[in-house]
Every structure is written in structure tokens, then in C-alpha cells.
Nanobody
């Protein structure tokens, strides 16, 4: 089995920063694209940022220039550095990873349980 566990959420004032982390564990052979999504109350889950196994990144327009996604392939971790936070960034943030388990014939996308980020004064 594979598990993804996020950490680092919390309450921050507008303009502040937070760093989210996510670690994948279990019978992992290799991890392809990793990503962060978020879901605000009453809204659909939206893609925030992705990073490929080679480090290629992509960001939602709403976070470009403020958020940075990074990963450590050796540790199967992905992080999201969030700067200049705005109230509209308030959401539950989820990490996801496209993972090949040892001995598997295909990869599967796994999700973490989510971590709350609240931006408020």
C-alpha cells in the first residue's frame, strides 16, 4: 500500500507565508508527477501546481509568482512554498502523486488526506 501524508497547514495573516510538505510511503517503485490541489468551501477542487519527476513545473495562474513547488525524489516528498498569501487562498490543500508500486503493471494516482490553510487577519 501507499500513503501520502501532508503537513504544514495552519492560520496565517494576509501577506504571510506557509510551507506545505507531503511524504509518500509504502511499496513505491517510482513516483511520476506530483501535484498540489486545493478545495475551498463550496467550490470544486482545483489544480494549484504540478512537478514532474525531472523537475518540470506548472502553476495555476492565480498562484504564479507566489507559490513554488519542489520535490525530493530520493525521499518521495513534495513541498509547496506559499508566499504573499491572500484570503482567497484559504482552502484544504491536497497532495497527489502518480506512483508505480513495486511489481505493479500500471501506475495509480494517490491522494493525501488534506491540510487546512486559512488566510485571515
Amino acid at each position: 500500500q501507499v500513503q501520502l501524508v501532508e503537513s504544514g497547514g495552519g492560520l496565517v495573516q494576509p501577506g504571510g507565508s506557509l510551507r506545505l510538505s507531503c511524504v509518500a510511503s509504502g511499496s513505491i517503485f517510482t513516483t511520476e508527477t506530483m501535484a498540489w490541489y486545493r478545495q475551498a468551501p463550496g467550490k470544486e477542487r482545483e489544480l494549484v501546481a504540478t512537478i514532474t519527476s525531472r523537475g518540470g513545473t506548472n502553476y495555476a495562474d492565480s498562484v504564479k509568482g507566489r507559490f513554488t513547488i519542489s520535490r525530493d525524489n530520493a525521499k518521495n516528498t513534495v513541498a509547496l512554498q506559499m508566499n504573499s498569501l491572500k484570503p482567497e487562498d484559504t482552502a484544504v490543500y491536497y497532495c497527489s502523486a502518480d506512483i508505480w508500486q513495486i511489481g505493479a503493471r500500471q501506475s495509480w494516482v494517490y491522494w493525501g488526506q488534506g491540510t487546512q490553510v486559512t488566510v485571515s487577519s
